[in-house]
């Protein structure tokens, strides 16, 4: 019985391999398949890029200009050349992008006609523009906008540090200041052309960087333990009333909070811990790169002193009274750190 299992199975076997069909060996294709390059998804129209002399250009915006992010070009378009490849520019430009350019640094020279123009462009100093003395109309331009100057140095506002990298330098031609015999700086003044010059060159660069008013600063603003330029005979609130440039307080602001406390009252704050660090919180949300200590230390003096250079120039000591207090709090309020 066993023996007549195993051959009928084994004849079910062969019978079932035996129908099988055979399997047809095809050989490897060498049709080779070509990658089709992806579709964008329909955005705004990007207009064409320009070119002269084989160099390209591209000056339009496309992007969202209230947030910054731009797809403008002030110079050539710079573009690697790898070799056996070529750089297409199919799908030019990409919308997330924004400038370098956030921040407008002014300074002065601290030296004249001649020996800033040397210095500028001979030195391990630079600016981007430099405002001459001479009364004529003509704005020197030294460094390219794309590129950076070396005029900020060690510095810093808000959140950003090493503004070089982020900035565009101004410098005005001015002797700067001199040392009278009570130890005061005197201040040299500028002349109305500088004004004009300097005005007209802040007012094109912001426009067209969209650099925020809280971003056109002093070098005494963004390093005000070293620096003191362009000094209090700078008229910014000039600028921000003709040309609507920088910042400036409102004075029904400044006005509301002179009325908060007496001048008795103030003069007692004066020596109170907790209040000296609310001055220094409040000059550290404004911008400045200071520390709070709970004292009237240097750093704090002469940062103090810069923000009077810049907004109360009239009385610019580097101490604290109630007219320097109201004004920082009416410039937080109107320009509140995002």
Known sequence: MRNSLYIIGLSALLFSCASQKPVKKTSRSTHKTTATKPVPK??????????????????????????????????????????????????????????????????????DEAKSVSVLTQQAVSAHYLVNDLGDNEIYQLV???????????????????LNDTSIGIEIVNIG?????????????????????VAALVKDIAQRYMIPPTNILAHSDIAPTRKQDPGP??????????????????EPARQMFLTETTPEDFTMKLTDTTFIFKVQMALQKFGYDLQPSGTWDDATQKTLQAFQYHFRPQVSDGILDIETWAILQALNQKYPAK
């Open 144 to 162: 390219d906008e794309n590129k950076r100057s070396y005029h900020a140095g060690i510095s810093g506002w808000r959140n950003d540090r090493m």
């Open 233 to 250: 005979n700078f008229p910014w609130k000039r600028l921000y009333d003709e040309y609507q440039i920088g910042m400036w307080y409102d």
């Open 42 to 111: 329909p955005g705004p129209a990007k207009p064409s890029i320009s070119s002269a002399s084989g160099v390209e250009f591209y000056t339009q915006n496309i992007a969202d200009a209230t947030k910054n992010d731009n797809t403008i070009s002030y110079g050539s378009i710079v573009t690697a050349k790898p070799a056996g490849y070529k750089v297409v520019k199919t799908y030019f430009p990409s919308i997330a992008q924004n400038f370098r350019q956030k921040y407008l640094i002014l300074h002065y020279t601290a030296l």
């Open 177 to 197: 200041y001199t040392v009278d015999a009570a130890g005061k700086r005197i201040f040299a003044p500028f002349k109305e052309a500088q004004i004009k010059k």
